[in-house]
């Protein structure tokens, strides 16, 4: 009995040792700064494995559509399809793109930066943002701190542009 005792805890012990991955509070956008677009599909995995939907139809501005989000660790893949939409109303789109590809590796690194930035902002809740613009597409991650209600004074060293 006491060998398989201590078979589990031995179990649990390896369990609980394995480093959870940095997560964010986040709500999620979709835009375009080159007007009308079409996001048929747009899935951002992230480093856990989780899996975000960012196809919110049609966008025509940024930051776009926006839906509440959650908590998510850092983006790792995205895949999607988007076409740019003619700039006359209903009449038709101009091209159609696709993506199946990973994100940089130092995506996490970004959002530590963008979390450690300011010196005297609480506020823990971010944004990623998807961004169509014809054939390309931008995912960012970004805080807002609007200086009229809120101290936006970064910490002393703090370099957004550390990554």
């Known amino acids: 009995m006491e060998s398989h005792f201590y078979y589990c805890s031995c179990q649990l012990a390896v369990l609980g040792c394995e480093p959870e991955p940095y997560t964010v509070e986040a709500g999620f ?31 025509g501005g940024y930051p776009g ?5 959650g908590k998510i660790d850092a983006p790792a893949y995205i895949d999607g399809e ?31 930066t963008m979390d450690n930035y300011y010196q005297n902002f609480d506020r823990d809740y971010g944004s990623i943002q998807v961004i169509v613009d014809g054939p390309r597409v931008r995912v960012f991650y970004t805080k807002n701190c609007f200086g009229i209600v809120t101290d936006c004074t970064p910490k002393k060293g703090a370099d957004p542009r550390a990554c």
Do not use: C, Q, Y
């Open 65 to 69: 559509a926006h839906s509440g989000g």
């Open 82 to 112: 988007w076409a740019k939409g003619n700039p006359e109303p209903s009449s038709g789109l101009i091209s159609h793109h696709r993506i199946s590809a990973p994100i940089p590796d130092n995506a996490e690194a970004k959002m530590k």
């Open 29 to 59: 956008t979709n835009g375009s700064t080159t007007g009308r677009h079409i996001v048929s599909k747009m899935t951002i995995t992230t480093l856990s494995g989780g899996r975000a939907n960012f196809a919110m139809g049609s966008v």
